[in-house]
């Protein structure tokens, strides 16, 4: 099993949708979780941190974490073409500073 | 601008040839991190370094080797005995995590140097 797991999609979303993206990882321990952006030949760009259990909202994207079931979302209300990319998960497996990637979920927004 | 330069954008090399990726940042972040992209995945860790001077392999580190001799630099030299250099390879930054600040262990990425080796 990965210790950081991601559906690599595609996700197909019609414009103005909400796309919903799942991430499990495997260590009880972790405490810090990331979503990264990457457009095709780019870097990747942070967008989302979240370190409590909960919701956390940043404009059109709300993070949500569920640690006694291991696993953070990432929503994208109004979906824009702009929006179609890879998303990453990241989290802190044991600890520290070190982060350990899921593959990413490919997100295609359809106009 | 604060931020991370990596250099070159683009670099071609040799079978058998050694070859240095330079990463530069001015956040003044204490740590650094050296990942690689294959096509289609996710990233992997190579290095990475939490103070100058102090370095620990990551996931994959056979075939490479870094430095950290200034707070600023850390390059990641891809030997020959890697034996599939060929990839998409990313530095960040970060700070160590023990300010307490909300912005711990968020890592900030360069533009990336892509490499071919044929």
């Known amino acids: 099993q990965k210790e950081v797991e991601q559906n690599s999609g595609p996700l197909s979303v019609p414009e103005g949708a909400i796309a919903s993206l799942n991430c499990t990882y495997s260590d009880r321990v972790s405490q810090s979780f990331f979503w990264y952006r990457q457009y095709s030949g780019k870097s990747p760009e942070l967008i989302m941190s979240i370190y409590s259990n909960g919701d956390k909202e940043d404009g059109r994207f709300t993070a949500q974490l569920n640690k006694a079931s291991q696993y953070v979302s990432l929503l994208i209300r109004d979906s824009q073409p702009s929006d179609s990319a890879t998303y990453l998960c990241?989290?802190?497996?044991?600890?520290?500073?070190?982060?350990?990637f899921g593959g990413g979920t490919r997100v295609l927004v359809k106009p | 601008d604060g931020g991370i330069t990596q250099s070159p954008k683009y670099l071609f090399r040799k079978e058998g040839q050694n070859v240095t990726l330079s990463c530069e940042q001015n956040l003044n972040h204490d740590a650094m991190y050296w990942y690689r992209q294959d096509p289609g995945q996710g990233l992997r860790l190579i290095y990475y370094s939490q103070i100058v001077n102090d370095f620990q392999k990551g996931d994959i580190a056979e075939g490479y080797s870094v430095s950290r001799e200034k707070k600023e630099s850390f390059p990641l030299t891809v030997t020959s005995a890697q034996k599939n250099p060929t990839a998409f390879y990313l530095c960040a930054s970060s700070t160590s995590g023990t300010s307490g600040r909300s912005d711990d262990y968020e890592q900030y990425f360069g533009p990336g140097t892509r490499l071919t080796v044929t």
């Open positions: 990241a989290v802190n497996i044991g600890g520290g500073n070190k982060l350990t």
